[in-house]
């Protein structure tokens, strides 16, 4: 780097140096304009995008579908945040953070509203009785892994995946201090995937619904477009799981919901019932 930066003594935004993100990210919380959120029929209604944190609910709930709970049955609905629809008054409501997925469960009395995407698996594993151990040790193993997760993902998302894809300007230093955390990363997993086949243990769990869409998809070469740079190949334990987990019917369901690029079978802005997702997925050759 050969332009050193002097910190102001008081920090002010520069949307000018803010990158892609510039339009929408400020320092200040809360709704920007008023607009409701859509209600569907479902008994759960997600608001959400097909980013990693968008795809770990919706595979969840297709996992939780896949199972025969009923009661599982969403609408899931676009929230376009590179155009700020997450700061509609609507979704601040259920999501003071104004960060996707949020969702409300309206099969209750009074409807909930729950937010951060390793609290909404926790709250569907809890509330339908699947993908999270009942017994004391088990269930540990497999909460240690999602609170991994939820501390590790913005290193790789928000700090690799920024200075590496989407900075305006590549800097070696950011690029590098986080390429060796991410790599860390995959270590981590790679070492725990070698003496089990998921990452909690023997059992598929909300580990790796909640670690698959970020790490999965990295180690698959669907993120960042940075499989060569990070040498993923070599990572072979977690390759196994990865694909292992891809294979799965409702992982290939879920993945695809409020998704807006790609293929014409790899989307599906909103999903309101199994036969939007069947008639997208019919579509690949």
Not at 177 to 196: G, I, P, S
Not at 210 to 217: D, K, L, R, V
Not at 218 to 235: I, M, N, P, R, T
């Amino acid at each position: 780097m050969t332009n050193e930066y002097t910190p102001a003594k008081v920090w002010t935004m520069d949307t000018e140096n803010g990158g892609q993100w510039a339009n929408i990210n400020r320092p200040d919380s809360g709704a920007r304009h008023e607009q409701a959120l859509p209600v569907g029929k479902q008994p759960i209604q997600l608001h959400s995008l097909a980013t990693p944190n968008g795809q770990k609910v919706t595979i969840m709930l297709e996992e939780l579908l896949a199972k025969g709970v009923s009661e599982a049955e969403y609408d899931a609905y676009l929230i376009n945040i590179g155009e700020g629809e997450q700061f509609s008054s609507g979704f601040v409501d259920i999501n003071p953070n104004s960060k996707i997925p949020a969702l409300t469960d309206n099969s209750t009395a009074e409807s909930i509203r729950v937010f951060e995407s390793g609290n909404i698996l926790l709250y569907l594993a809890e509330k339908f009785g699947y993908f999270l151990p009942k017994d004391i040790a088990a269930r540990t193993e497999v909460m240690n892994w999602l609170f991994w997760l939820q501390g590790s993902a913005p290193y790789l998302g928000g700090g690799f995946g920024h200075f590496y894809a989407y900075a305006p300007e590549k800097f070696e230093y950011p690029i590098n201090r986080f390429a060796m955390e991410t790599k860390r990363q995959l270590d981590v997993l790679d070492k725990q995937l070698a003496n089990n086949e998921f990452i909690g243990g023997d059992t598929y769990s909300i580990a790796d619904i909640a670690i698959w869409p970020w790490y999965g998809n990295l180690v698959l070469g669907k993120l960042y477009e940075a499989a060569e740079f990070l040498d993923v190949a070599s990572y072979t334990h977690l390759q196994r799981w990865a694909k292992q987990i891809d294979e799965r019917s409702a992982v290939q369901r879920g993945k695809i919901v409020n998704r807006t690029w790609g293929e014409e079978w790899e989307q599906l802005h909103e999903r309101h019932s199994a036969s939007d997702i069947d008639a997208v997925l019919k579509k690949q050759p």
